[in-house]
């Protein structure tokens, strides 16, 4: 199989090129992965316009990680969890809460409900079980946030099967292994 490299600035187009400035701007680094989906400047700027678009939404920062880390831990995704983990503590979450989190045993019944039905929905392709949703409408969320919850779901997914096709090397503190 060919070997997909990390593409430099100038290996990819001038659309491509000014996003990554901006992400060199906003997060001080153009992180391997999204340097990789740059090979598309479509590909990119779709991403990270939901991805954007998806955090103003119904879940806090912390909801939105540990929705990543269920997700990424359903699909094995190395970088998305090293990312992810580093992201969720800084935004409040602690070592152990995130590794709560990836084994789907979360204490608070909000984050537990939300936790639950983004790991059924990676693990069983969109498909959960009818008690998982109930349990997510039981938490006090609706149905504005179970369409974002897809859409966190389908975000995390893009990024975790881009690693799986291309292994682009992790740029982040490597996740504790469960």
């Known amino acids: ?21 901006q992400l060199q701007k906003r997060l001080g680094k153009v992180p391997n992965l999204y340097a990789t989906v740059g090979y598309s400047a479509n590909a990119l700027k779709g991403f990270l316009e939901f ?3 998806l955090s103003k939404g119904a879940f806090n920062a912390k909801e939105r990680e540990s ?3 269920a997700v990424s831990e359903v699909n094995r995704c ?23 989190v990836r084994r789907g045993q979360v204490a608070d019944a ?9 790991k059924s929905i990676a693990e069983t392709k969109g498909k959960p079980g009818e008690g998982l949703v109930d349990n997510f409408f039981n938490a006090g969320l609706d149905e504005a946030a179970l ?14 099967y881009v690693f799986a096709i ?4 992790v740029d982040f503190p490597a996740a504790q292994v469960l």
Not at 1 to 21: D, G, H, L, R, Y
Not at 110 to 118: C, E, H, K, W
Not at 149 to 157: A, D, E, F, P, Q
């Open 78 to 100: 190395e970088y998305c969890l090293a990312a992810h983990t580093m992201l969720a503590i800084k935004n409040g979450l602690t070592t152990d809460d995130t590794l709560a």
């Open 51 to 53: 991805d954007a678009t």
């Open 67 to 69: 929705i990543a880390l």
């Open 110 to 118: 909000r984050l537990n409900a939300i936790v639950q039905l983004a």
């Open 147 to 160: 369409m974002e919850l897809i859409g966190l779901v389908t975000v995390r997914i893009f990024t975790n």
């Open 1 to 21: 199989m060919k070997k997909i490299a990390v593409p430099t600035a100038e290996q990819v187009s001038a659309e491509s090129q000014a996003i990554f400035e």
């Open 166 to 169: 291309t292994n682009v090397p």
